[in-house]
């Protein structure tokens, strides 16, 4: 032994030094092999097969076996010389990605010891008849990804000793009868474009391996070798298959049978005797039943992949499957499912019946002594189960359960009895308005609990029967009330180590309240961690002696956005807050003073509302606030001079004609009036704006509009926004030779805190902006003066941090805006 062992290692020590003295193969490399004696010699980028012949020629004995590879090179001279001319022993030769359309049979004479040839990844579109003559001793040979069409009976005749072919992703569309060696083991024949095999395996009686996937084939019916003690795998997916071959019933020593992406309606019961499978894959057919004795001697069948089919039961037919591991029977027609389908399966632990029609679950286990079943993943999601009923009681090895997207109710502690290995819960997209049944259930292993996107509205001790939960979302729901009382008998345990528990509250009321400090402070001391981000609508009232436009306060946005370095720096990482406030105000409607109750009418629109924008002629003294669907860019927010009012709304189209249409007439019927109070009972006529009620943060908008000039306040006109000056003002202003002023303002659309960052950098807009036309709606006259303008506060713009904080450094919350900064 000790002998073999030097040898060996005495005959790999030799081919290394043979390779580290052999610079004269330069631009040629080698290096030793994966097997004693051998050198692999690769030749990359070469400029012609001369240069190949002239670097290699007497360089090695042949002792030697070469495994030689010439890639991405220019043989164009490949005609002229032969490998042969090199005068050593060639065991392996691959001539990739080397552009060849042809292979001139003289260069590949006297190759008597070649057993790997592959001539892949080039441009060939045919074989010459007498090209392996000379190759007798070839073993495997490899043409894919090229362009040939036909493989005719002389094509391969020379090759008596051919065990694996491989000619996948060529464009073959037709081979002869006896075109392949009856010695072929491994045939690969993937995507190419054949119709029909022509009887060219019937013969391959020592075939091992079949890959025809990919083709046009509509049958297989009498192709298959009859009886063949050698087939283990066939993989025939993609096809046009219609049904199975009758030949597969009798191959004994079948393993692999891979038939997804057919149209099989049935599977025959050809695989009642298949005692040596163990993977069946045939997803996305159209089968629409088993039989009962569908896998009658198939106890060894550890895969079932029937997923994308027409199953509307499975008719008792898994029974004697008793090795089967992952069951999937995902997007069929199920209705109903019994658990009675899987009852003895010892090894199961995958069962996949998600994107089902199942409304009801049936056969528990739980009068039954020894059920046997110790499934250790359930997947229910996206069906229409309304509730589980305990079906799953007995299923006491689940690890995980996913019961997602489907119309549960309620969740009873029956549900999820003895469940002690549960580690994973998904109750997300449903309609529970509780989980309180949870304290009832006691899961000691549950670590993550998924329930957002539900109807929960309170949560005080659902979480009691979950000692060691780690993560809770419950994300998008209508939680108003948290009790700190939820997390008292809850400590996170990742492996026996104690960690914190993350709550995840995105979009619930909760996080609006003004008691969350004080909750989140609680909830730390139970070694708990609430996050989230939510959207909260706050109430406005500002009193003002005049219609005033709004600008954002982006002079503070970049403090908030981009806070200054600290001084000293700190190896000491600052934690993003956990919970992010975006304060939106309600919308601020602004209604003139001194208007007669006719003259009024206001009314929001949606964008269903400004459907085709145009200059409306409005009558003198009526004013009407339209905010626009369409909105404009804060970065372009400016006060604009006291001229009438423009609305834009973006629609890259030249304006309409201007059309004789009362503003009331104009708006559809579906948007209510407001119903206006009297001038004596008006707050605005004390210059004070009117807060109606909350909106979606979505649709909040700030409106307002100043003052048109007195002389011509009534004269509507149109103009594009196409005149955006370098101030980014809306519009110009109005000159003198342009006769009646110019109407120029704008509405803006309140954006949330996080759009801010990219509004402020945006230079898309202005007068290289897209085209947009105009509405012009005239306001009274008024002599008013511009009032200040409130910022949001700094702590309520950055979010609450869960750690308590110094306090920032002095803003500029009680700066006002100055109208001549503005202008």
């Known amino acids: 032994m000790a002998t073999l062992l030097y040898t060996i290692i005495g005959m790999t020590a030799s081919a290394s030094l043979n390779c580290a003295v052999r610079r004269e193969i330069s631009p040629c490399t080698c290096s030793p092999g994966l097997f004693a004696n051998n050198i692999d010699v690769k030749c990359e980028q070469m400029e012609s097969f001369g240069q190949v012949v002239n670097a290699l020629q007497d360089r090695f004995t042949e002792d030697h076996n070469i495994w030689l590879t010439i890639s991405h090179s220019q043989l164009l001279d490949l005609g002229a010389l032969s490998f042969w001319e090199m005068n050593m022993n060639i065991k392996s030769l691959r001539i990739n990605y080397d552009n060849l359309s042809q292979l001139p049979v003289s260069t590949f004479r006297n190759l008597p010891r ?212 992952n069951a999937n029977f995902s997007e069929n027609r199920l209705k109903e499912f019994s658990l009675q389908e899987v009852a003895g399966l010892r090894k199961l632990r995958l069962l996949d019946l998600s994107h089902n029609r199942i409304e009801v679950l049936t056969g528990r286990m739980e009068n039954l002594i020894d059920s046997g079943l110790i499934i250790s993943e359930l997947r229910l999601n996206n069906n229409r189960l309304r509730s589980l009923d305990g079906a799953l009681m007995g299923l006491n090895n689940l690890r995980i359960l996913n019961v997602a997207h489907n119309q549960l109710q309620t969740i009873t502690p029956n549900d999820l009895i003895g469940m002690e290995e549960l580690e994973r819960l998904d109750l ?78 995105d979009e619930n009321p909760v996080l609006c309240n003004e008691t969350l400090p004080e909750l989140i402070n609680q909830m730390d001391f139970y070694h708990t961690r609430l996050n989230g981000v939510a959207h909260c609508i706050v109430p406005q009232q500002m009193p003002v002696e005049t219609p005033l436009f709004i600008q954002p306060p982006i002079a503070m946005l970049q403090p908030l956005l981009k806070p200054s370095a600290p001084l000293v720096p700190s190896n000491v990482m600052i934690q993003p807050p956990s919970i992010v406030q975006i304060l939106v105000p309600s919308t601020l409607v602004m209604q003139p003073p001194q208007q007669t109750q006719q003259q009024q009418s206001s009314a929001p629109l949606s964008s269903a509302a400004v459907a085709a924008p145009a200059a409306v002629p409005l009558p003198t003294q009526s004013a009407i606030l339209l905010p626009v669907a369409l909105p404009i860019p804060l970065a372009l927010a400016t006060v604009a001079p006291p001229v009438p009012v423009l609305l834009e709304a973006s629609t890259g189209a030249p304006p309409p004609p201007v059309a004789n249409v009362s503003p009331i007439e104009s708006l559809p019927n579906s948007i209510p009036q407001q119903q206006q109070q009297p001038l004596d009972d008006d707050p605005s006529a004390n210059g004070v704006l009117v807060i109606p009620q909350q909106l979606p943060y979505d649709e909040l908008k700030y409106d307002a509009q100043p003052e048109p000039e007195p002389d011509d306040a009534s004269k509507p006109t149109l103009q594009t926004a196409g005149g955006a000056d370098d101030n980014n003002d809306v519009g110009r202003a109005p000159h003198a030779n342009d006769g009646p002023p110019v109407p120029i303002t704008t509405s803006t659309t309140m954006q949330t805190i996080l759009e801010f960052k990219n509004i402020i950098h945006d230079d898309s807009y202005g007068a290289g902006g897209p085209a947009a036309t105009v509405m012009v709606v005239p306001v009274p006259p008024a002599t008013l003066v511009l009032p200040e303008v409130i910022p949001l506060p700094l702590d309520k713009a950055q979010g609450l941090a869960t750690e308590p904080q110094d306090d920032g450094p002095e803003t500029q919350q009680d700066q006002s805006v100055d109208l001549d900064d503005l202008e």
């Open 428 to 505: 997300s997209f449903n309609q529970l308005k509780t989980l309180e049944e949870l304290s009832k259930t006691f899961l000691p292993s549950l670590e993550l609990l998924n329930a957002s996107y539900n109807q929960l509205t309170t949560m005080h001790k659902d979480f009691h029967g979950l000692p060691i939960l780690c993560v809770a979302d419950l994300s998008k729901n209508m939680i108003r009330e948290l009790s700190v009382d939820l997390v008292s008998n809850t400590r996170c345990s990742n492996h026996g180590v104690p960690n914190r528990l993350e709550i995840f509250l």
């Open 114 to 325: 070649l057993d790997l040839f592959s001539a892949a990844d080039n441009l060939l579109e045919e074989i010459p008849p007498d090209m392996f003559e000379q190759m007798p001793n070839l073993g495997t040979l490899d043409l894919s990804r090229s362009r040939i069409r036909y493989v005719s009976s002389d094509t391969f005749r020379h090759l008596q000793n051919l065990r694996h072919l491989v000619m996948g992703s060529n464009q073959l569309q037709r081979l002869d009868t006896d075109a392949l060696p009856k010695t072929i083991q491994s045939l690969q024949l993937s995507m190419n474009s054949l119709r029909s095999l022509n009887g060219s395996i019937r013969h391959l009686d020592e075939l091992k391996l079949l890959f025809i996937s990919e083709n046009n084939l509509t049958t297989l019916a009498g192709e298959l070798p009859h009886g063949s003690p050698n087939l283990m795998m066939i993989t025939a997916q993609n096809n046009l298959l219609e049904h199975l071959p009758a030949e597969v019933r009798y191959l004994k020593n079948l393993d692999n049978l891979c038939i997804p992406g057919n149209r099989l309606r049935s599977l025959d019961g050809l695989l009642a005797r298949a005692t040596h499978l163990t993977k069946l894959l045939a997803q996305d057919n159209l089968i629409e039943e088993l039989r009962k004795d569908e896998f009658a001697e198939a106890e060894r069948l550890e895969e079932l992949n029937l997923a994308g089919n027409r199953l509307t039961h499975l008719n008792g037919s898994l029974l004697n499957c008793k090795g089967l591991i």
